[in-house]
């Protein structure tokens, strides 16, 4: 076997792992895309479903919708502008340090609490919430430039 042969071939050995690699990874990617859009799947169904007493609805209220701000992101913001009253709703905006908390000004109660961001974020913020009235988490969206935020204060039953 000549030498133009055998780098030839390891080439074509090192293509095909990249491609493999490649494969592997956006079946991965596609498989977290869909546990994250899909919340209720049963992918998630050993995931701890009960929040924090600090973030539940309060008495008379049927649900709450935190959202779990960082402020440093610029979705952050554009989330915490789109942030509506819901009726029936409690809507509140979770943050880890009070410095994050400043970079925030609106009528959207503010909670600053370091345990209790870390309890519930998931690696990605902005993030939204929905906790029912028994304190279960229902539904949770990961949110990104192009989702569509007024559909998520629209007063529906989850935070789609």
């Known amino acids: 076997m000549s030498l133009a042969t ?29 546990t994250v859009l899909r919340p209720g799947s049963t992918r998630l169904s050993d995931e701890p479903r009960a929040v ?3 973030l539940r609805p309060r008495q008379g209220q049927e649900a ?21 009253p819901i009726p029936g709703t409690r809507v509140l905006a979770l943050f880890a340090g ?23 974020y998931e690696g990605y913020t902005p993030c939204v919430y929905m906790i029912d009235s028994a304190g279960q988490l229902t539904d949770r969206r990961f949110v990104y430039g192009d989702t569509d935020l007024s559909e998520l204060f629209q007063g529906s039953s989850h935070a789609s």
């Open 98 to 120: 009070a410095e994050s908390a400043e970079a925030f000004e609106g009528t959207t109660e503010k909670v600053v609490d370091p345990d209790l961001w870390s309890a519930i």
């Open 52 to 54: 924090p007493p600090a």
């Open 6 to 34: 055998a780098l030839a071939l390891l080439a074509l050995l090192v293509s095909v792992f990249a491609i493999l690699a490649v494969g592997a990874l956006y079946s991965r990617l596609r498989m977290m895309e869909h």
């Open 64 to 84: 709450a919708l935190v959202l779990l701000l960082d402020g440093a992101c610029s979705v952050c913001h554009l989330l915490w502008d789109a942030a509506r």
